[in-house]
């Protein structure tokens, strides 16, 4: 079956621009959850999407907002970008909300502020 | 506020070595743990977990270790292969809740 697929994979964008992420879960999957890494700061929690609601966000600033479809293909939009938010973004999908059914993580995108 | 460190960013064994990586959280209301593997240009993978109700779980080569007193988990490897060389995280969430909270990870190399 297919896994997580995260488009575009690579993404180079200027300041003060916006971005747009996308992620569709592993058919059946209906819990999306967004991760940030960057080099030394391991994965990072941006939100949790289930059932085309917000359940969960983690710590990071307005500019980061998600959204979920009735499909459950979920989307993640980072606007007026700063240099800081060059990482890899990572999706993962779940059957359900919560730690105990397991998490499948896609291959990410990067992208890269200039 | 890094609730969960792992504080070797890096390790290297031997072949056939046993491999051990550790991680600390600092929130007692974590009670479910996960370690995943990450190679370059992939996403992390599930590798194995445990519940707070355990102290220890198995799944063939890999063994995780809970001490809870402690705030302290480990993950063992035994035998280490070349192919176990990955960057491993450490995570963990409370209760229901996708929120899972990461270590910055442990690079690690099995020399042939």
């Known amino acids: 079956k297919a896994g997580v697929t995260q488009t575009p994979r690579y993404l180079i964008k200027t300041r003060g621009q916006q971005v747009t992420l996308s992620c569709s879960p592993i058919?059946?999957?209906?819990?999306v959850s967004w991760y940030q890494q960057t080099p030394g700061q391991g994965l990072q929690f941006l939100f949790e999407?289930?059932?085309?609601?917000?359940?969960n966000k983690g710590n990071f600033p307005g500019r980061f907002s998600g959204r979920q479809f009735s499909n459950s293909r979920s989307e993640m939009n980072v606007s007026t970008l700063e240099l800081g938010d060059s990482a890899l973004y990572l999706c993962?999908?779940?059957?359900?909300?919560?730690?105990?059914?397991?998490?499948?993580f896609g291959s990410g995108t990067r992208l890269t502020v200039v | 506020d890094q609730q969960v460190k792992q504080n070797s960013p890096s390790l290297s064994v031997q072949e056939g070595r046993i491999s051990i990586l550790n991680c600390d959280y600092t929130n007692s209301m974590f009670d479910y743990f996960l370690w995943y593997k990450k190679y370059p240009a992939e996403g992390p993978t599930f590798l194995i977990s445990i519940s707070s109700i355990k102290d220890k779980n198995e799944d063939g080569r890999f063994t995780v270790f809970l001490n809870k007193s402690a705030k302290h988990l480990s993950l063992h490897i035994v035998p280490s292969q070349p192919g176990d060389s990955a960057v491993y995280f450490c995570a963990a969430s409370e209760g229901n809740n996708n929120d899972m909270r990461f270590g910055a990870g442990t690079r690690l190399t099995v020399k042939p």
């Open positions: 993962a999908s779940s059957l359900g909300p919560g730690g105990n059914y397991g998490y499948t």
């Open positions: 999407y289930f059932s085309e609601t917000q359940r």
């Open positions: 058919s059946g999957h209906r819990s």
